[in-house]
């Protein structure tokens, strides 16, 4: 079950998304639990306005990360890092 957190609500009246306005569909709890979705992924969409790096990064960051994060090998099975 998924608590139903009124208090983040400013007059803890209502259920509020939980993450705000960063994504345009976040399913809300009702009765404790929320209905997952059948999209992809984690099923829910990005709100991009309003969206701002915290620092400038140039073109030459940019593919700098683009590349070390490429290279990385995802794991073939789930375990436990300890």
């Known amino acids: 079950p998924v608590a139903e957190l009124i208090n983040l609500s400013p007059q803890?009246?209502?259920?509020?998304?939980y993450f705000g306005g960063l994504f345009l569909?976040?399913?809300?709890?009702?009765d404790g639990f929320i209905d997952l979705p059948d999209k992809p992924g984690s099923g829910v969409t990005l709100n991009r306005?309003?969206?701002?790096?915290?620092?400038a990064r140039?073109?030459?960051?940019?593919?700098k990360h683009y590349y070390a994060n490429a290279e990385i090998v995802a794991p073939t099975k789930a375990h436990m890092p300890f």
Not at 12 to 17: E, G, L, M, Q
Request: net charge negative.
């Open 25 to 30: 569909d976040e399913p809300l709890p009702k």
């Open 58 to 63: 140039s073109a030459d960051e940019v593919i």
């Open 12 to 17: 803890a009246d209502r259920i509020t998304p």
């Open 49 to 55: 306005e309003g969206l701002k790096r915290p620092y």
